[in-house]
């Protein structure tokens, strides 16, 4: 309060992988969506992990040990969010994953969003208390936070003043940024279940979401389809 700087607090992840050019690119998405992400090649590197994370990324063909003991020893120590990543893509592995307590499930190959859109998930699902702890506005990207209990936006730590359905439809659009949504989806989802009318108000509203917005996300129109909404990386211009 009375503070205009907001202090953004990132979502951390152990990721647990031994791949390099997989565990690589998934922790530069990651980065690049605004997580913080702590990288270990081994088992016994992501046991013996200090430092506090929200939500560990644990894939099962590790050098050391077996992922699923390593799950297994995890969930016993408290009640982070895990979720399995593997190549394996044998349902049993995905069944006894989730029987020693992962919260989730991904099988390579995988996107980067969907892995993603999984810790949100999960965060959301976590124990009230953990979730009241990680509670605080979402980072998109370097200069973007959305509070979305407060319903407020901030750029550079500076408060943005959106119209009630600017606000909807950025709220919209950054639940899977670079998804591709149509006009009826958003208006579907920002204005009416039932529009039938022109969306011209829609142009509207995302011409003003870019010119309030410049340089932290660009929304990109897909002609006779809809807008794709991308965050942009890279420290602010200066
Ligand atoms: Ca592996």
């Not at 894939?59 to 190549?87: E, F, M, N, W, Y």
């Not at 209990?149 to 919209?172: H, I, Q, T, W």
């Amino acid at each position: 309060m009375g503070v205009s700087r907001t202090k953004v607090r990132r979502v951390r992840v152990l990721l647990v992988e031994d791949d390099e050019p997989v565990a690589e690119s998934l922790r530069r998405g990651l980065i690049r969506y605004g997580f913080e992400v702590d990288w270990v090649t081994t088992g016994g590197a992501a046991l013996s992990h200090s430092a506090p994370y929200d939500v560990v990324l644990l894939d099962l063909g590790l050098p050391d040990t077996d992922g699923l003991d390593v799950c297994k020893a995890l969930r016993a120590r408290g009640d982070v969010p895990i979720i399995v990543i593997s190549a394996r893509s044998d349902e049993t592995d995905r069944v006894v994953g989730l029987e020693l307590g992962a919260d989730d499930y991904v099988s390579k190959p995988f996107g980067v969003r969907e892995v993603i859109a999984r810790i949100r998930a999960v965060m959301r699902r976590a124990q009230p208390r953990a979730v009241s702890e990680a509670a605080g506005p979402d980072a998109y990207g370097p200069r973007l936070t959305i509070d979305r209990k407060a319903a407020r936006v901030r750029l550079d730590g500076e408060e943005v003043p959106l119209a009630p359905k600017e606000y909807d439809l950025l709220s919209f659009l950054t639940e899977e940024p670079g998804a591709l949504m149509s006009r009826e989806q958003i208006m579907e989802a920002v204005w009416d279940a039932n529009w039938f009318g022109p969306t011209k108000t829609l142009d509207v509203h995302v011409a003003a979401l870019r010119r309030k917005l410049a340089g932290a996300i660009t929304i990109e129109a897909v002609r006779g389809v809809g807008f794709r909404l991308e965050i942009v990386e890279g420290p602010p211009a200066s």
